[in-house]
């Protein structure tokens, strides 16, 4: 049995008393295209909890005994392997990269740009270790 999405319109014409949000059977209806609209990378977000949770939830699991950069890492592999790239791809492409693409974290990218002089900074996105950085100056 096929599911359509149905467009959520439940904003799109002007509401005289815009009341709090309920998550009633209205937006049910309509959830899927909302969330999709609403959270950006939505599908790659499920895609990655599905990751987590198949390799580390079990009774009494806790992840904040894994390092973090080696899982981000280790999720980032599995995530390309969802992309359709095979296990020598990723290797090979790791080898060609290790010593070209360093890893900083966010707290050095923030220090270089407040030295650089700018006031605000700001990751509006992450994705593993992928981060998108807003600054003001």
Known sequence: MSMSIKKDTLYASPIALVGSFK???????V???????SVPE???????IGLLAGRYVQPHSNFEH???QTLQTELHY???KTQGYSDLEISQKHSALENVLLAETSAVHQQCLNTA???SVEVWFQYFNFA????LK
């Open 42 to 48: 939505y599908h790659a977000i499920i895609t990655v």
């Open 66 to 68: 894994y390092q973090q």
């Open 31 to 37: 959830f899927l295209n909302m969330i999709q609209r």
């Open 23 to 29: 998550l009633d059977e209205s937006v049910v209806n």
């Open 117 to 119: 002089g700018f006031r």
């Open 78 to 80: 599995e995530f390309k």
């Open 132 to 135: 998108s950085i807003i600054t």
